[in-house]
């Protein structure tokens, strides 16, 4: 008899879409600036939730092998 794999619990926060990454509302340097610090944040909030699930799933199917 082989036992059930375990499913994961993954928290709803880890679920979410990453929001859209916007567009600079100007082409003057303090607005293309804003823009990046702004693209810069989104991603790195979505990057450490993708790190986050991934954690979440390797500890379920392969004993725990972190990034």
């Not at 823009?35 to 799933?57: I, K, M, P, S, T």
Request: aromatic share 2%; glycine share 8%; net charge positive.
């Amino acid at each position: 008899m082989v036992a059930p794999t375990p499913r994961p619990v993954i928290p709803e926060a880890f679920l979410v879409r990453c929001d859209p990454l916007p567009n600079a509302q100007g082409g003057k340097l303090g607005d293309l600036l804003k823009n990046h610090v702004e693209v810069a944040r989104l991603y790195h909030l979505c990057a450490q939730r993708h790190g986050d699930l991934v954690d979440v799933v390797r500890s379920a199917t392969d004993g725990g092998a972190a990034r």
